[in-house]
C-alpha cells in the first residue's frame, strides 16, 4: 500500500476522457450538457471524489452547485450525476445512481468495473490500485476531466507529487496523537480525508470540526490536541476564523494550497503517515476488518 502512495503520480489521468453529447438508457435520452446543480456519488474513498470537488468548486468558483450524495437515497431534481464508485459495486451509489437515472437526470459512472460499468451509462473506466482510498488520483483527475469536457472548468494537471519527509514525519506525530482536525467549510472534504485516512490505515479516531459553526458550539468544550488547516487561496474570512482558534487554543497547523497538486501532493503525504503510524502500531493499513464485517451482515 505504501508503494501506491509513493507513487501516485503515476496513477494521475492527464488527458481528456471520452464522452458522447448524448446516449439512450432503457429507452429514453438523455444529454451530457452543462447543470447548475452538479451531484457527486460515492462512499468512502469513492466518496472524498465528491468532497474534494465541493471544496474545489468553493474556492475557485466553477459554475455549478457540488452536491455530495452519500446515501442509498436521492430526491435531487433537475442535474448532472458523477456515480463513483472504485469496485463498481457499492451499493449506496449504485441505488442512487439508478434513482437519478429515473428522474431523467443523466449519470456518468467513474469505476474500475463491477455493476456499475454494465449498467450502460457512460463509463469511464480507471486504474486499479490496493485499494479504494489508495486510488484517488486516477478517481479525482477522472471526474475533472469529464467536469471540464462539460463544463470547462479549469484546474491544474501536477506533473509531480514531490515528497517531503519532514511533512510526513509531522504528520505522523500530530495524526498520532488523535487530534481534533478544525477546517473551514472551503477544505471541509480535505479536513475528512485526512480523518478517514487516520481511521481507515492507522485505526485511530480524530474527528472533524468545520468552521464558522464549531465557532457557535465546539470550540468552549474543546480539549486535547488540534490540527489546523488552512490555504493562501481560501476566503479571508476562513482564513481568519482558522488563526483564532489556533490564537485561543494552540495546535499545528498545516497549510495547503487549494489546487489539485496541493490537494493531492499534501493526502499523498498524510496517507503515508498513516500507513507509518499503522507500522508502529503493528497493524496492517490495508485491513479493515469491521468495514468488511458490516458489509458481510448486510442484508
Request: net charge neutral; no cysteine; proline share 7%.
Amino acid at each position: 500500500m505504501l508503494d501506491d502512495y509513493l507513487n501516485w503520480e503515476r496513477y494521475l489521468i492527464r488527458s481528456e476522457v471520452d464522452l458522447p453529447e448524448e446516449y439512450q438508457y432503457q429507452g429514453r435520452l438523455y444529454r451530457l450538457a452543462p447543470a447548475d446543480r452538479l451531484y457527486i456519488a460515492g462512499m468512502g474513498g469513492s466518496g472524498v471524489v465528491g468532497d474534494l470537488i465541493r471544496d474545489l468548486s468553493f474556492v475557485w468558483g466553477w459554475p455549478f452547485e457540488a452536491v455530495v450524495v452519500k446515501d442509498y437515497f436521492f430526491r435531487g431534481g433537475d442535474g448532472l450525476m458523477l456515480a463513483v464508485s472504485y469496485s463498481g459495486n457499492t451499493v449506496e451509489t449504485i441505488t442512487a445512481a439508478a434513482a437519478a437515472l429515473r428522474r431523467g437526470m443523466p449519470v456518468i459512472a467513474i469505476t474500475t468495473g463491477g455493476k456499475l460499468a454494465e449498467m450502460g451509462i457512460p463509463t469511464i473506466k480507471v486504474p486499479k490500485a490496493s485499494a479504494p482510498r489508495a486510488a484517488l488520483p486516477q478517481m479525482l483527475t477522472a471526474a475533472l476531466w469529464t467536469l471540464r469536457k462539460i463544463y470547462g472548468v479549469n484546474f491544474d494537471t501536477p506533473s509531480s507529487l514531490p515528497y517531503d519527509e519532514r511533512l510526513a514525519d509531522r504528520l505522523v506525530k500530530t495524526l498520532g496523537a488523535r487530534p481534533t482536525i478544525v477546517a473551514p467549510v472551503s477544505m471541509q472534504g480535505l479536513a475528512y480525508r485526512v480523518k478517514n485516512e487516520a481511521n481507515e490505515n492507522a485505526k485511530l479516531d480524530p474527528s472533524v470540526e468545520i468552521l464558522p459553526e464549531a465557532h457557535h458550539n465546539w470550540i468552549e468544550g474543546a480539549s486535547g490536541p488540534i490540527m489546523a488547516m488552512t490555504s493562501p487561496d481560501i476566503p479571508a474570512e476562513h482564513r481568519t476564523r482558522v488563526r483564532l482558534t489556533v490564537d485561543l487554543l494552540s495546535g499545528e497547523v498545516f497549510e495547503v494550497p487549494m489546487t489539485v497538486g496541493g490537494i493531492l501532493t499534501f493526502l499523498k503525504h498524510v496517507g503515508i503517515a498513516t500507513v507509518k503510524i499503522a507500522s508502529a502500531r503493528g497493524i496492517d493499513p490495508l485491513k479493515t476488518p469491521r468495514i468488511d464485517e458490516l458489509k458481510r451482515r448486510l442484508p
